[in-house]
């Protein structure tokens, strides 16, 4: 069975972008052990070509945020699959759209979008979502039917996401790399969607607990709109730092006394996730997919509610709460797995019945097509990449994969699954 994964269906929204690198690594690692299909990254413009299922069996999208319906794709394809999360501009419109002098431009294309998935949705073999919520949503507001789709949460690296050996330490080392004052802090990972993301709320609330007592510091990582960031720094104990390295990322989180998420929607909500494999309780919403996904091991609240929001701020830096609810956290993200979600969308592969090659004839093209797609989607300047794209000079790519490629963060999980191809194909041109 041959997989046509597509890599590029948002590749510029980071979160997203996270789903791919971590279902292409866990199905690599399913099919270097079975060698019973085979995944090929391929990009979004290729999916359109007329001979498509000539060259693969399932066609998979696994990480399309939002409500646009991917039309051409549905037209070529025998079996195409999808990932889809996240409808809020569909359910809350001009609520959670950042620009409201463009509504009128966008509210006609999310109608013509909704009538190509009620129209369209006989020529779509599976979709998985990645809650409850999410499940009910679509159908109600796409009109997926239920038997169209599964749900399959996401997961989360615990081998990377989890608690520091020393939270103080932890915390004092990041804020002094970063010039912020030492104090314990609150976490949110933004974007530039700030309503969706409820940024005037989170710092109103903010600077409500601040005026009744509250210590700690709030510190926003991710994208950020600059007005927000104008707003907020006006508050004492307010920081805004921009987007930093999964590195960094993780450190904030580690030091983390509470993660805060009020979201106005969320379809699932990775850094819920990833805070609680680290022992750091959220704050989120009470509606949509957040109470699902922290269960008991968070304080829940209106994300309309400023004043509920500082409420709970104040609450949780009681020490006692936050003991505990660290511990609930720790167990709850136990229940997220890369490689349980790899194998359950497996078996939505599976489902087709199709036959393949044999494992080594189709294993050669995967690794000669994820290889090339890579390099399309992340040239290096300094190994020119574009140019041996179009001279077809693999020798070059596979070095640059080997001596980069595997160890950048951005496309080292797309590389992963053929890194002893890769050293093989090294071999052979060094003799």
């Not at 730092?241 to 979201?263: C, H, R, T, V």
């Not at 595997?406 to 699954?417: A, I, Q």
Request: overall charge neutral; glycine content about 6%; charged content about 25%.
């Amino acid at each position: 069975m041959r997989i046509g994964i597509v890599l590029d269906w948002n590749v510029n929204a980071s979160s997203l972008m996270n789903i791919n690198r971590n279902l292409f690594r866990e199905l690599g690692k399913i099919m270097n052990e079975t060698k019973s299909f085979t995944i090929s990254a391929i990009k979004e413009s290729s999916v359109g070509i007329g001979d498509i299922n000539h060259h693969y069996d399932v066609i998979h999208i696994p990480n399309m945020g939002g409500y646009r319906f991917p039309v051409i794709p549905a037209q070529n394809c025998k079996n195409l699959i999808l990932g889809l999360s996240g409808i809020d501009e569909v359910i809350y419109g001009n609520e959670v759209f950042t620009d409201s002098s463009r509504w009128k431009i966008q509210e006609p294309l999310i109608k013509t979008a909704i009538n190509n998935w009620k129209s369209n949705i006989d020529k779509i073999k599976s979709i998985h979502v990645v809650t409850s919520s999410e499940y009910n949503e679509m159908h109600q507001y796409l009109g997926i039917p239920h038997k169209k789709m599964t749900i399959i949460p996401h997961g989360v690296n615990h081998d990377f996401f989890k608690p520091p050996t020393n939270k103080e330490k932890t915390r004092k080392e990041i804020l002094h790399k970063f010039h912020i004052p030492e104090s314990r802090y609150f976490l949110h990972v933004g974007e530039t969607n700030w309503k969706r993301k409820n940024h005037l709320r989170i710092i109103e609330a903010y600077a409500k607990a601040k005026k009744s007592g509250l210590k700690h510091s709030m510190i926003f990582v991710g994208k950020y709109n600059s007005k927000i960031k104008k707003i907020g720094e006006k508050i004492p104990g307010v920081f805004f730092l921009g987007w930093l390295s999964n590195e960094y990322m993780l450190k904030f989180m580690q030091g983390a006394d509470a993660f805060i998420l009020p979201s106005i929607h969320e379809g699932f909500g990775m850094p819920l996730v990833e805070s609680m494999a680290c022992g750091v309780p959220c704050i989120t919403s009470n509606n949509h997919a957040p109470p699902e996904v922290v269960g008991n091991s968070g304080l829940l609240v209106n994300p309309r509610d400023a004043s509920e929001i500082s409420e709970k701020m104040l609450q949780i830096v009681n020490d006692k709460l936050q003991a505990e609810l660290s511990k609930k956290a720790i167990n709850q993200a136990k229940l997220f797995s890369w490689e349980d979600s790899a194998k359950k969308i497996l078996n939505l592969y599976d489902n087709g019945g199709m036959q393949t090659n044999t494992f080594e004839e189709d294993y050669e093209v995967a690794a000669y097509r994820t290889l090339t797609t890579v390099c399309e989607l992340y040239p290096d300047s300094k190994q020119r990449l574009i140019e041996s794209l179009l001279q077809f000079d693999y020798s070059k790519m596979i070095s640059w994969a080997l001596e980069d490629g595997l160890y950048d963060e951005k496309t080292r999980d797309f590389l992963l699954p053929f890194e002893s191809w890769l050293n093989k194909q090294n071999t052979i041109m060094a003799d």
